[in-house]
């Protein structure tokens, strides 16, 4: 679930970042692909900390 949540909030904000800076619509599918996939990669790390945690 945090991996989907970093994901998705990636996502919107390389798309209002892209926008900001005045790029078309392939640049914000592109920001918001690559920011997507880095919260994502965080949201595992996240994850797998708080599951090594319970433990």
């Not at 989907?4 to 926008?19: N, P």
């Not at 005045?22 to 592109?30: E, F, I, L, R, S």
Request: charged content about 10%; cysteine-free.
């Amino acid at each position: 679930m945090i991996v989907i949540s970093a994901a998705l909030i990636g996502a919107i904000l390389g798309g209002l970042t892209a926008r900001k800076h005045g790029g078309k619509p392939a640049d914000m599918v592109q920001y918001a692909a690559v920011y997507a996939i880095g919260f994502a990669v965080v949201g595992v790390l996240v994850t797998i900390m708080v599951h090594r945690a319970a433990l």
